[in-house]
DNA sequence: AAACCGGGGCC
DNA sequence: GGCCCAGGTTT
């Protein structure tokens, strides 16, 4: 059982609803599981949350990853307080920060039982598949929600709208699987025109992906005398907003030159790979060992919070100097 | 409408 | 190596 979900007969809680939906965006259940338990055990309400330090809060987000998630979070968290809690309506949601009209659908549906149909990835393939749109995503968008429109007038979904969009979500992630759905053993399979038409598998169609850019670049590991290592804070928005990171080189599409912080005796750790949305990054990780750190780092733990690519650096760095 | 924004697991 | 994911915000 989901540890978001309520448990029989009681109503989900709001505060979970929404955190955990936050984390799902673009991200797995699997990979969201530990966090939600981790943010609930330290922030057991909204209010907990909004009171927060935001370093506290990006620090127990880093690894997640799309940070401008924690960022929204973050002043959400303080919108909800400052009404006296969460909106109860579509419109309410959907004009707090980091909430879209997936996400407020949603919350809608499951925490109060609004009667809408959210469409996220896994809806968006079920209604493709029931309606067969061969019509290739996004021009396929509108097509789709009129389809998951009408399996929201089903009896089902009137009765309980938050049972019925989790419903979906599950067939989504279960019978209704990207690549071999289990047509055979589906509910659905009598209403489905994909699966009459023995296109089933092959939808939703999506149009071709741009070829992923290569970038290249240079981070520099200092640990000093007492075993911390330098770090140093990226701006508060774009790429890992926010987030602490290695000092280093910019990253260009040629490796940048890469003069070191300060003079020591530099070793070659390795590169890290590392495959953002939109690029891929091949990061070359230099690590030397002083005194003391130089001026404009912070000291941090070898363990401190980091996004997971700087967190590979990390790992890499220091292998082999004990 | 298109670009930007992480990370991990699966085939 | 490509594809997928319980998308939102900015331009």
Known sequence: MLPWRATDGGRPDPYHVWLSEIMLQQTVVATVIPYFGRFIERYPTVADLAAAPDDDVLGLWAGLGYYARARNLIACARA??????????IDGLRALPGIGAYTAAAIGAIAFDLPVVPIDGNVERVAARIGAVTTALPAGKAEIARVAAWLGEHAAARAAPGDFAQALFDLGASLCAPRSPSCLVCPWRGDCAGHAAGIAATLPRKAARA???????????????????GLRRRPPKGLLGGMMELPGTVWEAAMP????????????????????????LRLRVMAAEVAALPEGLVAAAVDAPLPSLMRKAVSMGLGGLD
């Open 257 to 280: 030159d890469a003069p070191p912080p300060m003079r020591a005796a530099w070793r070659d750790a390795g590169v890290v790979v590392h495959v953002f949305t939109h690029f891929e």
């Open 80 to 89: 909800v307080v400052a009404a006296g809690g969460f909106p109860a309506t």
């Open 211 to 229: 070829p992923r850019p290569v970038r290249f670049g240079t981070v520099f590991l200092l640990r000093d005398a007492d075993g911390a290592i």
